[in-house]
């Protein structure tokens, strides 16, 4: 091991002597960087760009659904803000930004100097705001923008579909594609660039949750990809792969689209898994009960996705045997999640705990992807889905699994690792306050939707009937106080990043682990330009 | 201690907003008035009591370790990680549970798929924004759309007891008896739920579901569209009067009575003023959606007819659309939905509203006439 170190360290040392190692100056710095943190920076920025974006679209549609009756918006307005707030939230805010924590973290984590390709992954992201002009672009074409939900269902999509579809089409794919050239990087880091010593057992869960995370989206995306040339076909090409009129199968476009769609919500999730699992014991100050376990779970939960999908269709007339298989799979990945619940419980258990603010994200990310989780689970029943499939029940229970799920992840992440971006501390009275404003807003805004959809309220509609509009007026003021809360969250980073905090530490936590808190605060240009070395 | 935080809230809420005293706050699941629904939400409440158990297991150590082992309170660390027994039990015991709830779930899922042996088959086709019924053994069928005015969607007008919830035809079913239901769409994906009845399914051009119902308690149960279908899904909703057998005959026969006179109809000498008045009653049940009841659109989607180049021009192409639609639009081929009256007094209408002014008229005939031409 010590001979390839010293390569490293000779190598570095004759780098030195050529150029020095900084940003460069300008706005080019950001045009044609390579570097892996500026590259991290800029997808968490764009990312909360499109928060904030996809944020607003849904302070419509709550503002809309305040009262009965067509107030604010019309029907064909308020299914393309629907679609929109769906397709910006999962392929604009919520998958960029854990790319973002990727870029930054994965090279620290594992000690090395920067991602495997670099201009790879400068190109990949700047493909991503690309595809989301292009999508945000259409709502001002004639006829429109996708007004067929994020899930674009044929031939609703297709034959029936705006002019502007073909647009929207041709940006998921520069979105996919930015995906998969982001997978293949993430995967070739961590499986060749790890410090010495560091075996696979030893990495970090994060990297771990990720490598899975790149599998899934290099399995997957190719699928969307094909789905969407089909629906290509069939718009430009008259051809009828979803047409029934010509032959073709609506039901064909569901499989295939759920396909991809399954192992997408894990795509969502699984990172966040990861961070939590360097959180908790850090502010535990008390080793992760079972890493391996941790690893396992993981593995399972992701080969499992691939075999639920048709879970989402339980009511388009599969046969009974299909039901059978679809609902005993999906109830088996209660199993390896239930598995990650009780080790972060058990973590916790016997620790000496603080709350700080990711701490506080954190639990609150276990607390509610388990409620989330929990109304997964009664969706897995098949003979139950039959009630609450497609009705706001299913809102209640992917916002459940998103909003405190993905999103916390991504909220605790950030505040963990700031200081380490910054190097400074964020305004911790305030990060707390960010904390409370969202985790009361965010209940009151999804628990309700429960409520309306057990009661018999079906999604995506502009308007309902009388029996709905109490607990709608209670979820839009709690999503207008969650939606609220979140520029406080910009002022928080903001403040942190131009200095207005203590300066932070190497490591400013007291139990945190790991390769990433033994570079200085803020952490270098360039790091782990010699490996270090891992026991 | 809840039902008065639940009135309290109410209370508030009345005070605000008068509109809303027609509202409740329920909660849960209804156990709904057939053997399926009530096995469904029998499942249902087991799995939330299930849920529920694990939850406060699992919180409770959680808040237990919260609430004790905290820095603040001098807690040292503990050094453990590890332990196969406990792991393996954590696997197990979710395992078992899990079984034990799939068994009862199977049980329910293989009787609602039984749709043998049905005293009644009715075909329901989803549309763009309706539904129609088939009574295919009595051959005979309808439309059933949304009956709730524009005005009381726009806030023009107080809304009414069953705002959204109510259509012109209900689909009506004998109680006590087995209804199978055969599902499919003329253009989208619609689907067909009725929450009292436990039954939800897709009508999927192109494909015939079936599902059944066997309605206990006579009653008018409503519903909705669950499937995203465009810009008319919130308002396309389902009402089904369930109704004591010897009533459900004497329906059935008034139906097929007023099936025959609208056969009759065909051949009948319409005047200009019965076209244009049948017209105008068809046209704002099956146009007025998408073209608007005063005929302007909402273009580019939606062209306007007022003035359109079709309703003013060559009296052949205005018909061809109506009855063929257009490929590739939302315009459906309303040759198949629509009688013959109806599609006569709808061109007619057209031609001759909202100052179209071609003065020309098309019979009954003449579509019978064009129909049967084209299947030559």
């Not at chain 1, 696979?200 to 989206?217: E, G, N, R, S």
């Not at chain 1, 051809?239 to 396909?259: C, E, K, N, R, Y």
């Not at chain 1, 916390?408 to 992440?413: H, N, R």
């Not at chain 2, 395992?95 to 088959?121: G, K, Q, R, S």
Request: hydrophobic content about 50%.
């Amino acid at each position: 091991m010590s001979t390839v170190a010293d390569a490293h360290t000779s190598e570095h040392s004759l780098g030195q002597n050529h150029d020095h190692h900084g940003p460069a100056k300008g706005w080019t710095r950001w045009l044609f960087t390579t570097n892996h943190k500026d590259i991290g920076t800029m997808y968490l920025i764009f990312s909360f760009g499109m928060f904030l974006l996809g944020g607003t679209m849904a302070m419509v549609i709550r503002a809309e659904l305040f009262q009965p009756g067509l107030q604010i918006v019309q029907p064909e307005f308020f299914n393309q803000i629907t679609t929109m707030h769906g397709l910006i939230m999962v392929f604009g805010a919520v998958m960029p930004a854990f790319v973002g924590l990727a870029n930054w973290m994965l090279p620290l984590m594992i000690g090395a100097p920067d991602m495997a390709l670099p201009r790879m992954n400068n190109w990949s992201f700047w493909l991503l705001p690309c595809s989301f002009l292009i999508l945000v672009s259409t709502l001002f074409m004639d006829g429109g923008g996708p007004n067929f939900g994020w899930t674009f269902y044929a031939p609703l999509s297709t034959t029936y579909g705006p002019p502007s579809t073909t647009y929207f089409i041709f940006a998921l794919h520069i979105a996919g594609a930015s995906s998969i050239m982001g997978a293949i990087n993430v995967i070739s880091t961590i499986l060749n660039m790890r410090a010495p010593g560091m075996t696979l057992m030893k990495m970090p869960l994060f990297v771990w949750t990720w490598l899975i995370t790149a599998f899934l989206l290099l399995a997957v995306m190719p699928v969307l990809a094909g789905v969407l040339t089909m629906m290509l076909m069939d718009i430009n090409f008259g051809t009828s792969f979803f047409d029934a009129s010509g032959g073709g199968d609506p039901v064909l476009f569901q499989h295939i689209f759920w396909f991809f769609g399954h192992p997408e919500v894990y795509i969502m999730i699984l990172p966040a898994f990861g961070a939590i699992s360097h959180i908790v014991p850090a502010f535990s100050r008390k080793p992760l009960f079972g890493h391996a376990s941790m690893v396992y779970a993981t593995c399972a939960i992701a080969l499992l996705s691939f075999l639920v999908w048709a879970h989402h269709m339980f009511t388009v007339g599969i046969p009974v045997a299909g039901q059978l298989f679809f609902m005993y799979a999906t109830l088996l990945i209660a199993v390896p999640t239930g598995v990650k619940v009780f080790n972060w419980v058990a973590t916790m258990f016997r620790g000496s705990m603080t709350f700080e603010a990711p701490m506080l994200f954190a639990i609150a990310f276990i607390i509610l992807f388990t409620v989330g989780g929990f109304s997964g689970l009664m969706l897995a029943i098949a003979p139950a889905d039959f009630q609450y499939h497609d009705t706001y029940f299913v809102v209640a229970h992917f916002h459940y699994v998103l909003v405190p799920g993905a999103i916390f992840g991504i909220f605790a992440s950030a505040y963990f690792w700031l200081p380490k971006w910054t190097g400074y501390m964020y305004d911790e009275t305030l990060a707390k306050t960010h904390f409370w404003l969202s985790f009361v807003g965010m209940n009151l805004a999804f628990f309700p939707m429960h409520f309306l959809g057990l009661a018999g309220m079906p999604r995506r509609i502009p308007d309902y009937a009388l029996q709905f509009a109490d607990f709608n007026m209670v979820s839009s003021i709690g999503a207008f106080l969650f939606g609220a809360t979140q520029l406080l969250f910009l002022f928080i980073v903001v403040k942190c990043a131009r200095g207005g905090g203590e300066p932070a530490a190497a490591n400013p936590w007291d139990g945190a682990e790991g390769l990433e808190w033994t570079v200085p605060s803020p952490a270098p240009y360039h790091t782990f330009s010699t490996p270090p070395e891992v026991r | 201690m809840r039902v008065c935080a639940k009135r309290a809230f109410a209370l508030c809420g009345l005070a605000l907003f008068p509109v809303m005293s027609m509202a409740d706050w329920t909660m849960n699941m209804s156990p709904g008035v057939t053997q399926t629904s009530n096995d469904i939400y029998g499942l249902h409440m087991t799995i939330l009591w299930i849920c529920v158990v694990i939850g406060v297991v699992v919180f409770g150590v959680m808040f237990w370790s919260i609430f004790a082992h905290r820095k603040s309170r001098g807690h040292k660390p503990a050094n453990f990680h590890e332990n196969t027994t406990v792991e393996v039990l954590w696997t197990i015991i979710p395992l078992v549970i899990l079984v034990a709830m799939a068994i009862p779930a199977t049980t329910t899922l293989i009787d609602m798929y039984d749709t043998t042996e049905a005293d009644v088959d009715i075909k329901i086709t989803g549309y763009q924004w309706k539904w129609k019924y088939d009574y295919l053994d009595d051959e005979f069928g309808y439309f059933s759309s949304l009956s709730t005015p524009r005005d009381q969607i726009n806030n023009r007008q107080t809304k009414g007891d069953n705002y959204l919830l109510e259509v012109d035809n209900p689909l009506v079913v004998p109680v006590g008896q087995k209804v199978r239901l055969l599902m499919t769409a003329n253009d989208v994906i619609h689907s067909w739920w009725v929450p009292e009845f436990g039954l939800k399914k897709d009508a999927i051009p192109g494909f015939i579901n079936e599902a059944w119902i066997r309605v206990d308690t006579p009653g008018t149960y409503r519903g909705q569209c669950t499937e995203l279908c465009g810009k008319g899904h919130g308002f396309m909703p389902i009402v089904v009067e369930a109704v004591p057998q010897a009533e459900y005959q004497t329906w059935i026969g008034e139906q097929r009575a007023a099936a025959e006179k609208e056969k009759e109809l065909t051949q009948k000498e319409w005047t200009m003023p019965e076209l244009m008045e049948r017209g105008e009653k068809s046209y704002q049940s099956t146009c007025a959606a998408c073209h608007q009841a005063d005929g302007s659109g909402l273009p580019p989607s939606f062209p306007a007819l007022r003035g359109s180049a079709i309703a003013v021009g060559d009296i052949a192409g205005h018909i061809d659309i109506v009855v063929n639609g257009k490929r590739g639009t939302a315009m459906q081929a309303f040759g198949k939905q629509l009688n013959e009256v109806d599609i006569a007094a709808i061109i007619t209408y057209e031609r001759n509203a909202w100052g179209n002014n071609v003065g020309d008229m098309v019979t009954p005939k003449d579509i019978f006439d064009y129909k049967n031409q084209q299947q030559q």
